[in-house]
């Protein structure tokens, strides 16, 4: 079971963009997709077949997971994530800090 998932809202913990947040858009191996951080600039040519304009792009580059840290609202800071079995046999995601559920 993946700790961090698509939709999560996650905190930036090292680099360049430490300390914000962020939704994750998508998740590509061991690397993350991040609305708003690890953003770059890129120089992009005109392309008239697909209807792009050229010019100088700012668009996210992934960010890997061990740099973000899944946010905890209760504790308003970046918390670890476990695993707990439900009594229904299903496992759910958990902070490790108060153990709170992250996926109801």
Known sequence: MRKIKKNDDVIVIAGKDKGSRGNVLSVLGDYLLVSGINKVKKHQK????????GGIVEKEMPIHISNVAIYNTAAKKGDRVGTKLLEDGRKARVFKSNGEMIDA
Do not use: E, R
Request: no cysteine; aromatic share 0%.
């Open 46 to 53: 005109p392309n008239p077949t697909k209807g792009l304009t």
